[in-house]
């Protein structure tokens, strides 16, 4: 049973282009959650998400951030028109919902954000 | 807004003694905390957990306590090893309203010196 999956683990965008964040959860899994985290800080939760619903965005900001989870194919983050300041880890985790009072959360590796 | 305080930012401590960290959370209704190790580089990766209806839970040489009253809970390492050297996060999630945000605290950078 594969881990969590994200591409690209490495990505560099010059300021004003776009980029587009993939995560594949682990099999059986329907809950992804985006985190972003800056050099040498905590994990910042960005939105939670079930298949083809957005359950929590309150971690994200009002623009230029997006994100989905698709009944088919991986949940993309989307940053557009990106700045110096998005510069950071992105990872994102999922669960599954077999006991619906905790839920174990598995990172995947992360991608690195860099904005020229 | 929910919010988790982690303390300290740094310890370092000797081969063979313990470390202890402490958080304590803002939201009432958070019922499930996890602890999280992260080595330079890599992936977050959950070390422990405790739930809400428990006060201590051991493993190895691992431990964590809950203090539901005091909104505290805490991780504690005996006998370290270098290996232990990572930052460590707390986390604490409510699923009582039916959704999961878990919130992070700012994380622990533990060094221990052989």
């Known amino acids: 049973n594969a881990g969590v999956m994200q591409n690209p683990r490495h990505l560099v965008r010059r300021r004003g282009q776009e980029a587009r964040l993939r995560c594949s959860p682990m099999?059986?899994?329907?809950?992804v959650y985006w985190y972003r985290q800056l050099p040498e800080e905590g994990l910042k939760f960005m939105v939670y998400l079930q298949k083809e619903n957005i359950i929590d965005e309150s971690g994200m900001p009002k623009e230029r951030f997006s994100a989905e989870f698709p009944k088919e194919g991986p949940s993309i983050l989307r940053i557009q028109q990106v700045v110096r300041g998005d510069s950071a880890a992105y990872f994102c985790?999922?669960?599954?919902?077999?006991?619906?009072?905790?839920?174990?959360?598995?990172f995947g590796p992360g991608t690195r954000l860099t904005v020229l | 807004g929910e919010n988790v305080e982690q303390h300290p930012s740094t310890l370092s401590v000797q081969e063979g003694d313990s470390a202890v960290i402490k958080c304590t959370y803002s939201?009432?209704?958070?019922?499930?905390f996890p602890w999280y190790k992260q080595e330079l580089g890599k992936r977050p990766q959950l070390i422990i957990d405790?739930?809400?209806?428990?006060g201590e839970k051991k493993d190895q040489r691992i431990a964590v306590t809950l203090n539901k009253t005091a909104k505290h809970f805490s991780l504690h390492i005996t006998e370290t090893q270098p290996e232990d050297s990572a930052v460590y996060f707390c986390?604490?999630?409510?699923?009582?309203?039916?959704?999961?945000?878990?919130?992070f605290g700012a994380g622990t950078r533990l060094f221990v010196k052989a």
């Open positions: 939201d009432s209704a958070s019922n499930y």
């Open positions: 985790a999922s669960s599954t919902l077999s006991d619906v009072s905790y839920n174990e959360q598995f």
């Open positions: 986390a604490a999630t409510d699923s009582n309203t039916g959704g999961f945000k878990t919130i």
């Open positions: 099999k059986g899994h329907s809950h």
């Open positions: 405790i739930r809400s209806n428990v």
